[in-house]
């Protein structure tokens, strides 16, 4: 039985999949921004409904982001609903 060969992660897993690093650094920002947005979600016992109140979006989109739609939220949506959910956003460059 052949093994695969493994490839070592660059760190950055949308590079991995072929992405251009452009792409990959906004793939990023948005994963993570999504990430601690439902994290601030399942900390604060929201529901999507009042999740949805606090954000100032519908329930179908809190769905979308709990859910992890990345494809259907542009990184100043994100930003936006971090900051309406009192978190605060930084850029960092490395």
Known sequence: ???EPVIESSGNVFADLGFTPEEATLL???????????ET????GWTQIQAAEHLGIGQSRVSDLVRGKWDKFSLDMLVTLATRAGRR??????
Request: charged share 40%.
């Open 41 to 44: 979600i399942a900390e604060r």
């Open 1 to 3: 039985m052949d093994k």
């Open 89 to 94: 956003v930084e850029l960092t460059a490395a």
């Open 28 to 38: 990023t920002m948005r994963a993570e921004l999504m990430a601690r947005l439902r």
